[in-house]
């Protein structure tokens, strides 16, 4: 079939994404209280450069400045995070409200929105209170937390009314995969018994996913219950997704790990909120380590998305295991490889280890969503790229990032192919990310951002191409009618 020329509809938003612990610093400031990442960065080997996001990027001194480069830009929108305990400090149901949090987001959302620029708000994007991890095991009790964080989410939706699409959680794999399994992210919990400090990671993680859906709903519940008709707003979750491809395409046992591999890492959520079920791949293989659901917390997350948020970055080839998975096993008994059984190569290489760019995977993995979900509104809430070697070159030529241009291109184009060819409703696109800035265990040495920061030189803000590349891209196919 030919290509129709790709258009996306005139009301399509664009623009690029951060989070709370990534890019604000601050950390005691207005009566701030600890996350679970504040702790994690100070145990010794956990982050690559052994930084901390104590400074980051002082984003919450330099509101008007970010602002200005999203101006620059030219986006429509923008995503950034809530830090749960800069609104309670705690973070409990009973624990003191902070109201000089409170302020802060409250101005930020007022100033975006007088620049005409509109919010997208992740309520969790991992930094746990600190005291929540200590108190009863964070999301490792679902009682707790979920009622805990019900509480929070219904203090903000009260509180910035103004915002009008919520996002409960960021990328619940990586907290309950990274946080609870291999122990990569915060708290911290791994299976090595010997290096753990606590936990079982062949049943945390899944307890975990258990509870974040619980907490999604929950906060869901409360959005359309009480504020969802005065304000007029809409709230769903953001899941990881990484596209797959068989390492072998003749061979039925790696096209099934393939299928299995997103059932183990998007259907593991998207399953119980479109269809109240957990992926029957992840019954057969977890048995009873799975949590089961029962009729009323089915029925609690079930339809509890007005939108799916996606993050996509990267695909593999996938390869069938037929040796049986240990206790610990997360993937899907699987492994994941960047070089197919014919030697193709799944995309150039990157600073991550694990993100190889591979546009067509966008514009498949968009399509399996779609099909799989009944057609949902997509919101693409993070895609970007690193550069290898990007924070070792000399500024004038980190400024010149066109790798970072071409990728932008890459991914758009596949985006609008799947929009306008194959049908796929997909509204928004939040590129990652506006601004270098502290990438988890990688630190500062991976830089995603459309812009340089200058952590050493006074946190200046240097716009690269493509920061003024990605409205373009977006402009020439947005339709104007
Ligand atoms: O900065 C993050 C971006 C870049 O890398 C953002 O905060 C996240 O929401 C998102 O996940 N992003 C990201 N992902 C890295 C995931 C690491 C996966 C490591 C897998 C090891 C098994």
Partial sequence: MAETKALLPKDFLWGFATASYQIEGAPTADGRGPSIWDTFCARPGKIADGSSGAVACDSYNRTSEDIALLKLTGAKAYRFSISWSRIIPLGGRNDPINPA????????????????????????????????????????????????????????????????????????????????????????????????????????????????????????????????????????????????????????????????????????????????????????????????????????????????????????????????????????????LFISKSGESIGPETQSFWLRPNPQGFRDLLNWLSKRYNYPKIYCTENGTSLKGENDLPIEEILEDDFRVEYFRGYIDALAKAVSVDGVNVRAYLAWSLMDNFEWAEGYETRFGVTFVDYAGGQKRWPKKSAKAVGPLFEAIIAKE
């Avoid at 899944?206 to 504020?227: D, N, Q």
């Avoid at 609690?300 to 295991?321: C, E, P, Q, R, W």
């Fill in 101 to 336: 949090g409170i302020a802060f987001y409250k101005k930020f959302v007022d100033d975006l929105l007088a620049e005409g620029i509109i919010p997208f708000v992740t309520l969790f994007h991992w930094d746990l209170p600190d005291e929540l991890d200590k108190r009863y095991g964070g999301p490792l009790n679902k009682e707790e937390f979920t009622a805990d964080f019900g509480h929070y989410a219904r203090t903000l939706f009260e509180a910035i009314p103004k915002v009008k699409h919520w996002i409960t959680f960021n990328e619940p794999w990586c907290s309950a995969i990274l946080g609870y399994n291999t122990g990569l992210f915060a708290p911290g919990h791994t299976s090595d018994r010997k290096k753990s400090d606590v936990g079982d990671s062949s049943t945390e993680c899944w307890i975990v996913g258990h509870s974040l859906l619980l907490a999604h709903g929950t906060a869901v519940k409360i959005y359309r219950e009480e504020f969802k008709e005065k304000a007029g707003g809409e709230i769903g979750i953001t899941l990881n997704g990484d596209a797959v491809y068989p390492w072998d395409p003749e061979d039925p046992e790696d096209v099934e790990a393939a299928e299995r591999k997103l059932e183990f890492s998007i259907s593991w959520f998207a399953d119980p909120i479109y269809f109240g079920r957990y992926p029957e791949s992840m019954v057969k293989q977890l048995g009873s380590r799975l949590p089961t659901w029962t009729p009323e917390e089915a029925a609690l997350v079930k339809g509890s998305n007005d939108f799916y948020g996606m993050n996509h970055y990267t695909a593999n080839y996938i390869k069938h295991k037929s040796t049986p998975p240990p206790a610990d096993d997360f993937l899907g008994n699987l492994e994941t």
